[in-house]
């Protein structure tokens, strides 16, 4: 089992900027790749970036450009750094991992971004 504890979503304004982190415990020696994740009022979540356990990223091209994943392999920390956040940024984040078939998922952390 892994665990997955998020923090660091808030109340922002257009423009401003916000790090989530996402601390992992449990049986992470089989994490490889990590992801976050966003579910906005009334949609179905998606994807925003993810990161191997090489360093290699992926992003949304919604958030291109304005945010950044990274990954503390040592405090088995992960985050993402979100830069001129947009209204349309609103919505819950979630930290995600997996290993095999079972998919491990953080309780969410909310994000709104005033305009």
């Known amino acids: 089992q892994v665990q997955l504890v998020e923090s660091g979503g808030g109340l922002v304004q257009a423009g401003g900027s916000l790090r989530l982190s996402c601390a992992a415990s449990?049986?992470?020696?089989?994490?490889?790749?990590m992801g976050w994740y966003r579910q906005p009022p009334g949609q179905q979540r998606e994807l925003v970036a993810t990161?191997?356990?090489?360093?290699?990223?992926n992003y949304a091209d919604s958030v291109k450009g304005r945010f950044t994943i990274s990954r503390d392999i040592a405090k088995n920390t992960m985050y993402l750094q979100m830069n001129s956040l947009k209204p349309e940024d609103t919505a819950v984040y979630y930290c995600?991992?997996?290993?095999?078939?079972?998919?491990?998922w953080g309780q969410g952390t909310q994000v709104t971004v005033s305009s």
């Open positions: 995600n991992t997996a290993w095999l078939t079972t998919e491990f």
């Open positions: 990161i191997t356990r090489g360093g290699s990223t």
């Open positions: 449990g049986s992470i020696f089989v994490i490889n790749a």
